[in-house]
T-cell receptor, first 110, second 111 residues
Framework: KQEVTQIPAALSVPEGENLVLNCSFT??????LQWFRQDPGKGLTSLLL?????REQTSGRLNASLDKSSGRSTLYIAASQPGDSATYLC?????????FGTGTSLTVIP | EADIYQTPRYLVIGTGKKITLECSQT?????MYWYQQDPGMELHLIHY???????EKGDLSSESTVSRIRTEHFPLTLESARPSHTSQYLC??????????FGSGTRLTVV
């Protein structure tokens, strides 16, 4: 069974810093990997989707990379803002099911 | 802009009542899912469907039931609500390796 781990579990940074969130998975046979953002009490908002054949995807200040062979993905957030404060989840599509990590809770301090 | 809609957004209901949480998507996705999530905790898959008339139970045992009579509609029903059912319920859909789209969720409180 696929296991997805996110490190760190929580992160607090001052506004303006660049930061990296990590996601690792145990089975490299994946179709794609997706990064989500979740605000308290809300649903999940898709940030970036990386297909298994891709190495990275970019959207605005966000850049996600994928190294399938080593079972790792990173989400890079440039010039962080207080509005970026949320929980960030990665999810791996192994074909029959998505497997979610436990998330990284990010706080950006003004 | 969300293409998957959940209603109601919030629901407070008494013990023993029957409730149905609605989920509809306009994207024509064949796969749909229900997740349960307690505050600050991870998501747990409770039901999924790969198409019309197809439903399966997920990893987390749940007393709820689902139906998939139409591609766009995947309602979840609790026949007799209990306080232990208090949680957030998230609906999602996917198709063809294009990732998940989530609804805004239903926050259920059973008193």
């Amino acid at each position: 069974k696929q296991e997805v781990t996110q490190i760190p579990a929580a992160l607090s940074v001052p506004e303006g810093e660049n930061l990296v969130l990590n996601c690792s998975f145990t089975d490299s046979a994946i179709y794609n990997l997706q990064w989500f953002r979740q605000d308290p009490g809300k649903g999940l908002t898709s940030l970036l989707l990386i297909q298994s054949s891709q190495r990275e995807q970019t959207s605005g200040r966000l850049n996600a990379s994928l190294d399938k062979s080593s079972g790792r993905s990173t989400l890079y957030i440039a010039a962080s803002q207080p509005g970026d404060s949320a929980t960030y989840l990665c999810a791996v599509d192994s074909g029959n099911q998505f497997y979610f990590g436990t998330g990284t809770s990010l706080t950006v301090i003004p | 802009e969300a293409d998957i809609y959940q209603t109601p957004r919030y629901l407070v209901i008494g013990t023993g009542k029957k409730i149905t949480l609605e989920c509809s998507q306009t994207m024509g996705h064949d796969k749909m899912y229900w997740y349960q999530q307690d505050p600050g905790m991870e998501l747990h898959l409770i039901h999924y469907s790969y198409g019309v008339n197809s439903t399966e139970k997920g990893d987390l045992s749940s007393e709820s039931t689902v139906s998939r009579i139409r591609t766009e509609h995947f309602p979840l029903t609790l026949e007799s609500a209990r306080p232990s059912h208090t949680s957030q319920y998230l609906c999602a859909s996917s198709a063809g390796g294009r990732g998940y789209t989530f609804g805004s969720g239903t926050r259920l409180t059973v008193v």
